[in-house]
């Protein structure tokens, strides 16, 4: 049977509609709307899920041209100049994630506690100006266990400092840092990082769940591998509001330095070729899913959009 003209308009009109759809998701959205709650605590709210980005402060270091191992310290000073950052001190960014997720309170990373530099260890104090109360907290879930991540966990007394949460901890990042052969054969550098694992897990090694990077951890947390920053880094995907987020955790450090160039390494990356991956290999996702990214040592509210620029990304933060 032949289809009347009034059939072929209205399969047309169909037709153009779906076309145009598709054509829009493959738009970036527009960028939702920032609540700033307090000085260091930012909110976005996405519906079924609000995230809450709370400062911990920053730290500090001198430039030094072992800080980009791979690239000319011109170069880098130049990338900071254009940011309109200082060329000699670099300013290190750290903020973790609060997911409420329905009944879930999920905490990405803790901060420094009470074992970084004066100008971190900032959590607790931007939690307490908004009332978010350290016990509300269900579930605390870790990316890494450099100690800027984990050393927020235990206070110095050795209290649990979010006394009713559930820990989880990437099985990849456990097995490498908890094997003691591996701790007895360190360098000595590396001797800190290796005592501050103990300090904060050994006494709670068997409440610890551990998961399997790309498994589900929690409903609407999605962890996916990102390894190279560490062995078993691992960034998260937090679902089910009206905008997925990726948390990156430390795909990045300064962001004008290596979103913008994602093929420097950062001294702290501990396998440089595997991070590189890492960072194009999330960086890309998180556009082609229209995802906002939050890092932990992002700029601003720490949570924002990203696009392609040049041979690189650029880290948009939500504002207002
Ligand atoms: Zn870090």
Redesign the pocket.
């Known amino acids: 049977m032949m289809m009347s003209w009034r059939n072929l308009f209205t399969a047309g009109l169909v037709f153009v509609t779906v076309w145009m759809l598709g054509l829009l998701s493959g738009c970036a959205s527009p960028a939702p709307k920032m609540a700033s709650v307090a000085n260091g605590v930012k909110r976005v709210d996405l519906g079924s899920v609000t995230i809450t980005m709370v400062s911990d402060g920053h730290g500090s270091r001198a430039l030094d041209a072992n800080f980009v191992r791979n690239a000319p310290l011109a170069e880098v000073q130049t990338a900071l100049r254009e940011a309109g950052l200082p060329e000699d001190r670099l300013t ?1 960014p ?1 903020a973790v994630l609060l997911a409420d997720i329905g009944s879930q309170r999920v905490l990405f990373d803790t901060g420094n506690g009470e074992f970084g530099a004066a100008t971190a260890g900032k959590v607790l104090e931007n939690m307490a100006k908004t009332g978010i109360d350290p016990a509300s907290v269900t579930a605390v879930v870790i990316s ?1 266990f ?1 100690g ?2 984990i050393n927020g966990l235990r206070n110095k007394g050795g209290a649990l400092v979010f006394p009713k949460a559930k820990i989880y901890v990437p099985t990849t990042e456990w097995n490498w840092w908890m094997d003691d052969a591996r701790m007895a054969a360190a360098p000595e550098a590396m001797k800190n990082a290796f005592a501050a694992t103990r300090r904060v897990f050994a006494p709670i090694a068997l409440a610890v769940a551990r998961f399997e990077p790309g498994a589900y951890v929690l409903p609407g947390v999605r962890s996916i591998p990102a390894f190279g ?1 560490t062995p078993g880094h691992t960034a998260f995907a937090i679902e089910g509001g009206s905008r997925k987020v990726m948390f990156w ?2 795909n990045t ?1 300064i962001a004008a330095l290596f979103v913008r160039h994602p093929d420097w390494s950062a001294v ?1 990356d501990m396998d440089a070729d595997a991070a590189r991956a890492t960072r194009r290999k999330l960086a890309e996702m998180a556009i082609n899913s229209d995802m906002l990214v939050a890092g ?2 992002l700029p601003g509210a720490a949570i924002g959009t990203l696009s392609r620029r040049d041979s690189g990304y650029e880290f948009a933060p939500l504002e207002k």
């Open positions: 290190i750290y890494h450099h800027d991540h920053h955790a430390d450090n702290f932990y040592h």
